[in-house]
């Protein structure tokens, strides 16, 4: 089997996740259980992110100890994972013993090598977002990124030295076109960030203690990035010394790194350069994932607009989540989330259009043939559009799921489904039903809605699990891998569908309002 390693930004344990950080996960669950339908060895690995001077004074906040504080955030975020229905292989924490030590012995490899030095750092720090900036990148003193006022520091710390693989990374970046996506951020990373010129980064901090200490020097602990960004390589079994375990071998380089956009530019640019110095393979794609916005901009605690994805599964379930947050955000801009979005697109795509056409063609299959399959080939140039177009929807997919399209791609299966429903509308099997000269027409009209329906519910798993397992249970059919949709005629004579139950129930739009107002 070939494998495939994909991995999420490790969330930061300092509060719970909401519904923008949440599409992260699901996306990269989607991609996941693509793969392994394809037949690839998946690993699928996310976690938390767990040091630092946030944690450590949300900590003192809290008056607790910053593990107590990250354990009880960590569970919290674990449980939302969980709750939108995502199947990582591994969860990981930066706190674990075996990644500090890991970490520590990176730390030392550099410092030792003369990548990394001791230096005094003098600029503009933010909390929230643990990053300095320079003169050049803020506005009125405060973070290009979060827009808080920054604070003025000046301490001693260790610097890696960025400037001596920028030529290197150009080189990498040019050589290999899919590294960085999408495109127009390759590009900025290029113009605006390498080609100025790279200043050495501070990856140590002697004000905080709540980090992983130099083994070197105690008044240092490492800052964020090596001790974050390493996780992708220390759960495997990466070390320094070469004596990798069979996990790292096996899975690095990462086939793709899935991170949101605001943090692009550490993944694109500090990453590459710690595995060049450290003689290590780089990750063959990053990609930088586009925010999903609130209807009045993007989400923040600070500013209360935040919908946690819990909440949103309490209202309409996790499979209407789940389809909402890829359906909605295109693959390179951002997407927007309101209530009234929500349901119109459970309404119009899932109960209209997948529900109402799974539930008319069982239930018209109950109806006339006791639910008992036939196949009798009574065709017309109508039911070749039909198969053809089923035919066609895997590679369709594949070809979308390549380009990281994820939305394109469960867009095609819905049209599909759409199609379907005019197929019955056009066929009119009630018509059909109603003259014994015809049955054979309404047996094969019927089987050909079954089996694209077997299609539909295939393609749709690594999308909506529950839901594609509920039309399987309809179907009553065993036949849900990809190979099975290579031939259209999976279904066979005499097999019998169960009974009908509703995949989504239309939802009454004022009365949904008002009840997710109520419990606001």
């Known amino acids: 089997m070939k494998k495939y390693y994909i991995s999420t930004a490790i969330a930061y344990s300092s509060a719970k996740p909401h519904i923008g950080n949440t599409y992260e996960i699901i996306l990269a669950d989607a991609i996941a259980r693509y793969k392994r339908l394809q037949g690839f060895d998946v690993y699928f690995q996310t976690g938390t992110d767990e040091h630092g001077q946030k944690i450590q004074l949300k900590a003192l906040e809290a008056c607790n100890t910053p593990q107590q504080f990250v354990d009880e955030k960590t569970e919290e975020i674990k449980r939302i994972w969980d709750i939108v229905n995502t199947s990582y292989d591994n969860f990981v924490r930066t706190t674990d013993s075996i990644h500090k030590e890991k970490v520590s012995k990176i730390f030392k490899k550099l410092y030792d090598q003369g990548d990394i030095y001791k230096g005094v750092y003098e600029g503009l720090y933010c909390t929230p977002c643990e990053s300095f900036f320079t003169e050049s990148q803020i506005i009125d003193e405060k973070c290009p990124d ?24 150009i080189e990498h970046i040019e050589n290999n076109p899919d590294f960085l996506q999408p495109e127009f951020r390759k590009n900025e990373i290029i113009n605006n960030f390498i080609k100025p010129g790279l200043q050495d980064l501070c990856v140590s901090r002697t004000s905080i203690n709540w980090g992983i200490p130099v083994s070197f020097d105690d008044k240092h602990v490492i800052y964020v990035w090596i001790d974050a960004l390493s996780n992708y390589i220390t759960f495997l079994g990466f070390d320094t010394d070469g004596n990798h375990k069979e996990e790292y071998n096996k899975y690095w380089p990462a086939d793709l790194h899935l991170i949101g956009k605001d943090i692009f530019r550490f993944h694109a640019i500090y990453w590459p350069i710690m595995l060049m110095a450290l003689n290590a393979e780089l990750p063959k794609k990053i990609f930088g994932h586009p925010w999903l916005l609130m209807g009045d901009g993007k989400m923040s605690k600070s500013t209360g607009n935040v919908i946690y994805a819990d909440d949103l599964v309490d209202f309409f379930g996790v499979d209407a989540v789940r389809y909402f947050v890829l359906n909605e955000i295109p693959y390179a801009n951002d997407g927007v989330l309101t209530y009234e979005l929500i349901i119109e697109r459970i309404n119009s795509d899932l109960a209209n259009t997948l529900g109402n056409l799974v539930n ?66 056009e066929t009119t099997p009630w018509i059909l039903a109603k003259e014994e000269e015809n049955k054979e027409r309404l047996e094969t009209v019927l089987y050909n809605l079954l089996e694209s329906i077997r299609f539909i519910a295939v393609s749709l798993q690594p999308y909506l699990p529950d839901t594609s397992e509920k039309i399987f249970e309809q179907l009553n059919t065993n036949l849900k891998d990809f190979d ?29 309002l008002e009840d997710i107002n109520k419990d606001s």
């Open 360 to 425: 008319r063609t069982v239930s018209m299959s109950n109806k006339y043939f006791n639910g008992y399959i036939n196949n009798s080939k009574n065709n017309q140039p109508i039911d070749d559009e039909i198969i053809n177009m089923a035919l066609a929807l895997p590679k369709k997919i594949e070809c979308y799921m390549d380009q990281l399209q994820i939305n394109s791609s469960i867009s095609s299966i819905i049209d599909f489904a759409r199609r379907c429903n005019k197929y019955i509308d």
């Open 146 to 169: 979060c827009g808080r006022k920054l604070e003025k520091y000046s301490e001693e710390a260790y610097f890696l030295k960025l400037s001596k693989y920028a030529s290197r990374l």
């Open 484 to 512: 099975s949709l290579k031939s259209f005629g999976g279904l066979k004579n005499k097999e019998k569908v169960n009974y009908p139950e509703p995949l989504f129930v239309r939802i009454d739009k004022e009365k949904k």
